[in-house]
């Protein structure tokens, strides 16, 4: 109970200190920065997110019986939007949809609702499977081919100087931090980061392309932001240090895979790909699972039937 209570603390801790993150960044972004997007795209997507969010939450309470979980005081009310905040400002500044509005509504309304709609057994509960932001992005890439990506210079465009070097390092550091203190998923960052050297040599070894262009990559404020604040998402990747190491190293193998094949947002779409895998091995194993209690139940049954 009191390791159940911990855990819910910390993620709440870590969720709340995302979420200042995420909207100190956009404030920046759009102030300064040189973010390219309308002030419009974070405020159509926050609506979208946050009206999801407690319309889904709304039909769950009532076919559960329960009351909803942002029944309370204004704290509880915005800590139940935490979730939703970030994945829809993620989305706002990921993408790019020209002057349109409704591609980023679009995205933000599918982030949510994966989280409703793709769900695995995870003990004796079940769980949402995709990183919501990065589903949504990607749902709205796969959809949309006019749809894209925020081109990575928009981070320090109107930076020159120390500024472009003083950005990322904050970036760093604090992403570093909070996945230390709160989300405890360095091993899978490690991973990933290794395992993207280690793709990039391959690829320079075996397909004789350069090496330095397949790492540019790693020195964009966007590949930053989805290494320290996307990919390590504790809700949607395993716990134990092991399996973070096979999560964060397929997602490495998976992009590789996609550059090779031609397949441009390879961050998002190998991300998507490895989470919908563990969807499907965690109901894989939860039918093993069930398969061997059902057969012991059985042995059990025979054995007292002999006995009587």
């Known amino acids: 109970m009191s390791g159940t209570f911990w855990e819910r603390s910390n993620r709440l801790a870590g969720l709340r200190r995302f979420a200042v993150a995420i909207t100190v960044l956009n404030i920046l972004g759009h102030a300064v920065l040189g973010f390219e997007q309308s002030y419009a795209q974070p405020l159509v997507a926050l609506v979208a997110a946050y009206s999801t969010e407690i319309l889904l939450e709304w039909i769950g309470s009532r076919v559960d019986g329960r009351c909803p979980a942002y029944s309370g005081g204004l704290l509880v009310k915005l800590d139940f939007l935490l979730s939703a905040h970030i994945s829809a400002l993620a989305v706002a500044m990921l993408l790019y949809t020209s002057d ?64 472009d070097w003083a950005l990322p390092a904050v970036m760093i550091c604090t992403g570093t931090m909070l996945n230390l203190k709160f989300t405890h998923r360095l091993p899978l960052i ?18 004789d392309s350069r090496l330095l262009p397949a790492l540019g990559p790693m020195t964009g404020v966007a590949f930053i932001l989805f290494t320290f604040y996307m990919i390590t998402d504790p809700a949607t990747t395993p716990n134990g240090w092991r399996a973070q190491v096979v999560f964060g190293a397929s997602v490495g193998a998976m992009y590789g895979v996609l550059v090779v094949s031609h397949i ?45």
């Open 100 to 163: 349109r509005l409704w591609p980023t509504a679009f995205a933000a309304t599918a982030a949510i609702s994966s989280k409703s709609i793709f769900r695995a057994p995870m003990g004796k509960s079940f769980r949402h499977f995709f990183n919501p932001s990065n589903f949504g992005i990607t749902l709205s890439l796969f959809c949309y081919s006019w749809v894209g990506i925020a081109q990575p210079y928009m981070f320090t465009e109107n930076l020159d100087g120390i500024g």
């Open 190 to 207: 490690g991973a990933w980061l290794s395992t993207f050297v280690l793709q990039a040599a391959i690829r320079s070894a075996v397909f």
């Open 264 to 308: 441009v947002f390879g961050l998002f779409f190998s991300l998507s790909a490895v989470c919908a895998a563990r969807g499907i091995g965690l109901y894989v194993l939860a039918a093993l699972a069930h398969r061997v209690q059902h057969a012991v139940e059985r042995e059990f049954a025979t054995v007292a039937t002999q006995g009587d």
